[in-house]
Each structure stands twice: as structure tokens, then as C-alpha cells.
């Protein structure tokens, strides 16, 4: 049995569900700024050091490369990890999805109990009533169809019998 309250604590808790993914959302998309922030750090070095490489050092050349090593990790982390919360989100959305249509579900199946629970003595009894009814009607259309079944017989069987009388009085009539 769920009563109302625990439907409001249930909405209550989805909607803080919801709003904790959508903060780990906000969350994740400023780790996606703080990873394009340090991206475009990364690149303004780079910048500098492809302008010192052209003077010719040859011992910043393989700080450079490392650099931009770095830098493409850095874009590789960031494609990924935009790939992952993509799903991520899509699959928390899915997920919500599923349980609030089986809450809802729920809540559908549940609603005719709870009005029972709500009503006055009176509606109760007729509803009580009309199920005992029900259930006596039934008793009574089994009853009809069986007294129906046995009239036919009967029928039957008398129609035989008039059958026997008309043929017994058409041969005395003969004789």
C-alpha cells in the first residue's frame, strides 16, 4: 500500500535525482572549460616554443615535442572524456526515463486502492454490493443455462413420446 505521502517522497526523490545529475552535468562542463582553458594555455606555449625552435635550439626542439604531445593527450582526454559524459548523461536520461514511467505505472495501478481507502462506508457497501452481485448473477446465468439445457431435454423427449402416441394411434387406427 502507498499512500501519498510516499508518492511525494518518491516525486520529492526523483526531482533529486534529477537535480544532482543535472549539477554533475554543470560540474562536468566546467571541467570541459578548465580543460579548454589549459588547452589553450598548452597551445600558447607551444606557440612560444615553435617560435624559440626557429631560432634553432635543438634541446627545446624535444621540450616542444613533448609539448605537443602533451597538448594532443590533452585534446585526445577531452574528446574522450566529452564522449563518455555524452553517454553518460544520455544513459542518466534513459535511465530517469525508465523510472519515472514505472513510477507512473505504479501510481496508475495503486490509484484505484488508494480511492477505496478514501471512501465512505456507504460507497463501500455498494461497491462491496455490486461485486457480491456480480458473483450472483453469475450463479443465476449458470443456473438458466442449466434449466435451458434440461428444458431441451425435456422437449426432446416429449416430442419423442408424442411421436410414439401419434404412431401407436395411427396403427389402431389401422387395425
Not at 488508494?114 to 463501500?124: E, P, T, V
Not at 422437449?155 to 411421436?163: D, H, K, Q, S
Amino acid at each position: 500500500v502507498v499512500t501519498r505521502d510516499d508518492v511525494e517522497k518518491s516525486l520529492k526523490a526523483m526531482w533529486q535525482y534529477v537535480k544532482d545529475k543535472e549539477q554533475l552535468l554543470k560540474d562536468l562542463h566546467s571541467q570541459i572549460e578548465e580543460t579548454d582553458r589549459r588547452l589553450s594555455v598548452k597551445q600558447a606555449e607551444r606557440d612560444y616554443w615553435l617560435e624559440y625552435k626557429n631560432i634553432g635550439s635543438k634541446t627545446q626542439a624535444n621540450k616542444i615535442m613533448n609539448l605537443e604531445k602533451d597538448i594532443k593527450e590533452v585534446k585526445d582526454d577531452l574528446h574522450r572524456a566529452t564522449e563518455y559524459y555524452r553517454n553518460a548523461l544520455k544513459a542518466v536520461k534513459e535511465e530517469n526515463g525508465r523510472l519515472v514511467e514505472r513510477h507512473m505505472k505504479l501510481c496508475k495501478e495503486q490509484a484505484p486502492e488508494n480511492a477505496l481507502r478514501y471512501l465512505d462506508k456507504n460507497s463501500r457497501r455498494e461497491i462491496e454490493e455490486n461485486e457480491w452481485l456480480k458473483e450472483e448473477v453469475k450463479v443465476y446465468q449458470k443456473e438458466v443455462s442449466d434449466l435451458k439445457a434440461s428444458i431441451q431435454l425435456l422437449e426432446e423427449e416429449n416430442i419423442g413420446l408424442v411421436t410414439k402416441l401419434i404412431d401407436s394411434r395411427l396403427q389402431n387406427l389401422r387395425v
